[in-house]
Nanobody, 120 residues
Framework: QVQLVESGGGLVQAGGSLRLSCAASGLAVSTWTMAWFRQAPGKEREFVGR????????SYADSVKGRFTISRVNAINTVLLQMNSLKPEDTAVYYC?????????????WGQGTQVTVSS
């Protein structure tokens, strides 16, 4: 049974930093493409970034590029999202997701989400 468990969310002032973690069980993060999405109140879920199982290549939404970094720690089967220079518009529930191919659109597994709130 696959589980993705996010943690690390909280309240931070604008300009601050947070690091989110996604602990995976039932799959190896080194062999799946892992991604972060977010959903703000009243808005649709949006892509934040991903780390591919192919060479650990990363890609990001334009809105977070240069501020957010995705990495993985294979030894503890965890994916990290380092968020710097946070803005109030980054406020959202952040979700971790996994898919087993870069050639399909849909993600197979999702976490329950962790709330990030950025105050101005």
């Amino acid at each position: 049974q696959v589980q993705l468990v996010e943690s690390g969310g909280g309240l931070v002032q604008a300009g601050g930093s947070l690091r989110l973690s996604c602990a995976a069980s039932g799959l190896a993060v080194s062999t799946w493409t892992m991604a972060w999405f977010r959903q703000a109140p009243g808005k649709e879920r949006e892509f934040v970034g991903r780390i591919s199982w192919i060479g650990a290549m990363t890609s990001y939404a334009d809105s977070v590029k240069g501020r957010f970094t995705i990495s993985r720690v294979n030894a503890i089967n965890t994916v990290l999202l380092q968020m710097n220079s946070l803005k109030p518009e980054d406020t959202a529930v952040y979700y971790c997701a996994a898919k087993n191919s870069d050639f399909v659109r849909d993600y197979d597994y999702w976490g329950q989400g962790t709330q990030v709130t950025v105050s101005s």
